[in-house]
């Protein structure tokens, strides 16, 4: 175990004229010819036969039938789709820039996960475009955690700090916060340097072990109010092949190597959609079991991401525990949903009578413009360029309560 601190790590200069990590990955010459002809809310499906009989993977996509979000060219006036970590590939998802030749950057997918633009990204690009693409985004952490009463928190398997900076928006106060990645836990210590933080491993027994000694010195003989944490999901998830044996889906059961000695008063725990058909169900049933067998009653929700003002269909699951008895309130969105058509252009807001979500326009318009490949870590800000009420949020100028209050009119 190894504590990170940011005495270690540069201080950051004011956010208030600046936006930090807009930077963007390079694209080949023929990814970049691809990316020209992609329209709007295109995608693959748009591609001239001469340009896909130049890539070996085109060919295979038409071939098979691939997913509508390969090659996609994001569509101004609608969230985005999950942003995962591989917006740094045209061909992994719908990450093209919706008016400008190239994908976007790091600062622009942070806007579509709703990470406030003070929130600077640490390490090398390929270990950010992780850390932004696992995160959960801070705007849902804050609406679930203001359905929790406010108190201690530990964060286990922490990333970037999505889940933690919208529980401390909520009001709660993070004593610890945990991740085996080092690049991680220096993104994490310099936006929260009030936090300890530390590079664990879980599966290495005696990192447990010290970790439950650290939060027990933290908590001071007090009550450990929550324990939250995003399990890494990549055995679970829809992004790639899942993967039964994976060594990281036990990381999911190695909580409970710290639930059980600390019994904390709430247990949240962040997954993919994907960890509901597991094994038919039953990875999840089992870890339902356990917590239960703690003395824990447990529930799981899917929230929609859009629904809570993040400019993204991103789905999640969260599940839930306590063992006071305490019945969790689900939180409520205040943004319609987009309704998934069986065509990408049957994709629509839910027509619900609430304001519809925040879209890729919203968020990201006023970021200036760059070359593929091209940007810097820190450019300059001018506050004139903010046109949304999004983008007040995202650069503090506003709080999340007057941009809900503002958008419902």
């Known amino acids: 175990m190894n504590l990170i601190t940011s005495e270690s790590l540069d201080w950051k200069i004011s956010s208030e004229r600046v936006l930090y990590n807009h930077v963007c990955a390079p694209l080949s010459e023929l990814d970049l010819e691809v990316v020209r002809a992609v329209p709007s809310g295109g995608n693959w499906q748009d ?4 340009i896909i009989a130049k890539s070996a993977r085109l060919t295979q996509i038409k071939k098979s039938g691939g997913r509508t979000t390969y090659y996609g060219r994001l569509n101004g006036d609608m969230p985005s789709y999950t942003v995962t970590t591989y917006f740094n590939r045209p061909g992994n998802g719908t990450f093209i820039h919706p008016t400008q030749d190239r994908l976007i950057s790091l600062r622009e997918a942070a806007r579509l996960q709703s990470f406030p633009d003070a929130y600077r990204f640490m390490g090398s690009m390929t270990s950010q475009f992780k850390q932004i693409g696992n995160a959960v985004p801070p705007l849902l952490a804050k609406m679930l955690g203001m359905s929790i009463k406010r108190g201690r928190i530990v964060d286990l398997f922490c990333g970037a700090g999505g889940l933690s900076e919208g529980l401390m928006q909520a009001g709660h106060k993070i004593l610890v916060a945990s991740d085996w990645n080092v690049n991680m836990c220096k ?22 072990s010290d970790l439950i000694d650290l939060i027990e010195t933290e908590l001071r003989g007090r009550t450990l109010n929550l324990l939250a944490g995003g399990p890494p999901c990549q055995g679970f ?10 060594a990281r889906n036990s990381l999911l059961f190695h909580t ?6 600390l019994k ?4 949240l725990l962040e997954n993919v959609p994907g960890i509901k058909s597991m094994q038919n169900g039953k990875i999840l049933e089992e870890f339902i079991n356990a917590l239960e067998s703690l003395g824990y009653i447990t529930h799981v929700i899917l929230l929609k991401a859009e629904e ?5 269909q991103r ?5 839930i525990a306590n063992r006071n008895g305490h019945m969790i309130n689900e939180p409520i969105g205040s943004l319609s949903s987009i309704v998934r058509g069986n065509k990408r252009h049957d994709t629509h807001p839910e027509m619900n009578g609430l304001p519809p979500p925040v879209t890729v326009q919203e968020a990201i318009s006023d970021i200036p413009p760059i070359p593929s490949g091209g940007g810097t870590d ?18 503090g100028v506003i709080s999340s309560d007057e941009f809900f209050a503002n958008r419902a009119g």
Request: proline residues 7%; aromatic residues 10%.
């Open 47 to 50: 591609l001239p036969d001469t």
């Open 187 to 208: 993104t994490y210590v310099s936006n929260h340097e009030q936090t300890k933080v530390v590079q664990v491993n879980m599966n290495e027994r005696n990192h447990a």
């Open 237 to 246: 998830s829809t992004a790639g092949k899942w993967l039964p044996s994976d």
């Open 256 to 261: 409970l190597d710290i639930i059980s000695p």
């Open 264 to 267: 904390p008063d709430t247990v």
């Open 308 to 312: 809570f003002g993040v400019p993204q």
């Open 315 to 319: 789905r999640r699951i969260f599940i």
């Open 378 to 395: 820190i450019i300059d800000y001018d506050l004139s360029w903010t046109s949304t009420g999004y983008q007040q949020l995202m650069r």
